[in-house]
Antibody
Framework: EVQLVESGGGLVQPGGSLRLSCAAS????????MTWVRQAPGKGLEWVAN????????YYVDSVRGRFTVSRDNAKNSLYLQMNSLRVEDTAVYYC?????????????WGQGTLVTVSS | DIQMTQSPSSLSASVGDRVTITCRAS??????LAWYQQKPGKVPKLLVL???TLQAGVPSRFSGSGSGTDFTLTVSSLQPEDVATYYC?????????FGQGTKVEIK
């Protein structure tokens, strides 16, 4: 069974940093593209970033590019999201999701999410 | 970026009704379209990928169709457990984008 468990969320002041982690199990992590998706309170889903199996390709939504960095450690079956220069509008539940073996695949398994609150 | 527009934003229907949600892309995306269901307080669940391929375990009352710019998700006979918000998502090129969601309620 695919399991994705996010951690690292919390309360941070505007301008601060936070690093999210996602521990994967139940599948061969190194074979899959991985993705971060977020959802602001009471709002819709927003795709944030994804990363290729070997980290050779990474993509970001415009609103986080230059501030967020996605990375992974295939030896540890873990996905990360380093978030810098956080803004109030980054407040959301952040989901880790498994994509596909190729780039052109949507997300078929999601974690439970971790809440990030940016507030002074 | 390619924008995804869903309609309606919300709907109320009776149990057993046929329900259709539409999603329009601002440019052609071939069939790189997925549909998700998110029940209140729950994690999104993939229903349909490739515009029309039902994910394993999804009830057959759900179906997806379309290609290019216009897509639909149909629930052939609405059930109480289908109360949720439904999102379309394109994944033809980065960044992927979601529609704004359609909230489905029981009348």
């Amino acid at each position: 069974e695919v399991q994705l468990v996010e951690s690292g969320g919390g309360l941070v002041q505007p301008g601060g940093s936070l690093r999210l982690s996602c521990a994967a199990s139940g599948f061969t992590f190194r074979n899959y593209w991985m993705t971060w998706v977020r959802q602001a309170p009471g709002k819709g889903l927003e795709w944030v970033a994804n990363i290729k199996q070997d980290e050779s390709e990474k993509y970001y939504v415009d609103s986080v590019r230059g501030r967020f960095t996605v990375s992974r450690d295939n030896a540890k079956n873990s996905l990360y999201l380093q978030m810098n220069s956080l803004r109030v509008e980054d407040t959301a539940v952040y989901y880790c999701a498994r994509s596909g073996l190729r780039w052109d695949h949507t997300e078929d398994s999601w974690g439970q999410g971790t809440l990030v609150t940016v507030s002074s | 970026d390619i924008q995804m527009t869903q309609s309606p934003s919300s709907l109320s229907a009776s149990v057993g009704d046929r329900v259709t949600i539409t999603c329009r892309a601002s440019q052609g995306i071939r069939n790189y379209l997925a549909w998700y269901q998110q029940k209140p307080g729950k994690v999104p669940k993939l229903l349909v990928l490739g515009a029309s391929t039902l994910q394993a375990g999804v009830p057959s009352r759900f179906s997806g169709s379309g290609s290019g710019t216009d897509f639909t998700l149909t629930v052939s006979s609405l059930q109480p457990e289908d109360v949720a918000t439904y999102y379309c998502q394109r994944y033809n090129s980065a960044p992927w984008t979601f529609g704004q969601g359609t909230k489905v309620e029981i009348k």
